[in-house]
């Protein structure tokens, strides 16, 4: 088994959805609409979202220096569709996503668990960060160039 298909059957094995692995190169395209949105006024009340972390999280050598090789993991939190109520009365809707438990917690868990085990899987020494989307690097730029977003 090569390490790309040692790092997916681990993935699968931990109930992680998708797979895909990126190079470290940086995210110059995305990086630069990233400051086009931060200037226009365009990321709303994020006092946190900065050009410094932007740029930043545009280059992963930024985040860990000498990495090679980014792997993007996607785990769905698709529930099922509650009923429509019997009446016509007009109500909000809850995003899937807020529907169970705190996915960041969830999906952290297993990234940790991840990580401890991709040196078994790979057959060696792995030096290796783990994020959800609260990460510094641009989570949906990673997703896109790994095959597992867009």
């Known amino acids: 088994m090569t390490p790309k298909d040692a790092i997916k059957a681990l993935a699968r094995e931990l109930g992680l959805d998708a797979v895909g692995i990126?190079?470290?190169e940086p995210f110059i395209e995305r990086g630069a609409i990233a400051q086009e949105r931060l200037q226009l006024g365009l990321m709303g009340d994020l006092p946190?979202?900065?050009e410094?972390?932007?740029e930043r999280g545009s280059d992963p050598q930024r985040v860990?220096?000498?990495?090679?090789s980014i792997i993007s993991l996607a785990m769905s939190y698709l529930t099922p569709l509650l009923e429509r109520p019997p009446d016509d009365a007009l109500r909000g809707r809850v995003s899937n996503y807020a529907w169970g438990a705190d996915y960041h917690k969830l999906l952290q868990k297993r990234l940790r668990t991840f990580v401890r085990r991709l040196p078994e899987v790979v057959g060696g020494p792995v030096r290796a960060k783990a994020y959800t989307d609260t990460g510094p690097l641009q989570d949906r730029a990673v997703a896109?160039?790994?095959g597992v977003g867009w």
């Open 52 to 54: 410094a972390r932007v």
């Open 22 to 24: 990126a190079s470290a």
């Open 48 to 50: 946190w979202y900065t």
């Open 64 to 68: 860990l220096p000498g990495a090679r």
């Open 144 to 146: 896109e160039r790994a």
